[in-house]
């Protein structure tokens, strides 16, 4: 693992988004937020800290896994269990976009900070 001081922020990133997003609803209740925070936010949110931890520790699973249990609390104290398939959804999400980081790091490493071959 190159760094992971970027995984351990990208995970306390997506606990930290878990968790508040759901409080938010809770302020406001309304189905349409509840869903639309499953089906569009945690895993845009998901999206976003996986690129970034495959740009700066390169294709690591560990970010993937800690993406889906960090939504277990969240799971329990304001959803229910009937959302479980949706840590599969959020570990592929974490999965393909350290993926999408890790090449895109990968083809960057080989050029100049102005884009040309070294």
Known sequence: MKNPKAVIDCCFITLTIYIAIPIIGLLF???LYLST?????????????????????GFQLYYSLFAALLFLPSMYFFYDMSIWPMLVLYFSAATISCAVGYFVAKKRSGRRSNGRLK
């Open 29 to 31: 209740p309304n189905n």
């Open 37 to 57: 925070s499953l089906l569009l936010i945690f895993p845009i949110a998901c999206l976003c800290c996986g690129i970034y931890c495959g740009l700066k520790s």
